[in-house]
């Protein structure tokens, strides 16, 4: 077997972070929906309970912006509604609209996510998480120097 470099290791974990992506993106158009406004209501029904704008766009890891024009256009057409909340917080929800919308969405979608997920053998899902976490520890030590480095340097 030829030894897995770098170099071949980070263009198949591209090539796989793309593919994922690109499903995902499949998801949104075939169901008529903006990618942003997908990963809304993904978020909405995982998380199964109110969260804010903020909440949101670290759960999704997407920029206030591109949560705004999803939450917007979501918002506009009655799926999803604010609700004040303590101080001047706002909090997202489905409205009655957006429960059927997310019921032929996202549910499927988690419900082919939990599929695969069970696929794999408890070992597996346990190995997968303990590597990906592992790697993430790594690459997180290996930055410090970078990002402690000034930009004058």
């Not at 790594?138 to 410090?144: G, K, Q």
């Amino acid at each position: 077997m030829e030894e897995l470099t770098f170099h071949r290791f980070n263009e198949e974990a591209c090539r796989m972070h793309k593919e994922e992506d690109g499903l995902y993106r499949r998801f949104a158009r075939h169901f008529g929906l903006s990618d942003s406004a997908l990963w809304i209501l993904y978020a909405l029904e995982a998380t199964k309970e109110p969260v804010t704008q903020t909440e949101l766009c670290g759960y999704l890891s997407l920029s206030k912006q591109t949560v705004n024009s999803g939450l917007k256009q979501l918002e506009q057409e009655g799926y999803i509604r604010l609700t004040s909340g303590p101080g001047r917080k706002k909090y997202l929800q489905l409205t009655s609209q957006g429960e059927p919308l997310t019921a032929r969405t996202v549910r499927p979608i988690l419900a082919a996510e939990e599929r695969a997920f069970l696929g794999m053998t408890e070992e597996e899902r346990a190995s997968l998480l303990a590597l990906e976490r592992k790697y993430l520890e790594l690459l997180f030590r290996e930055s410090e120097p970078i990002l402690n480095l000034s930009q004058e340097e």
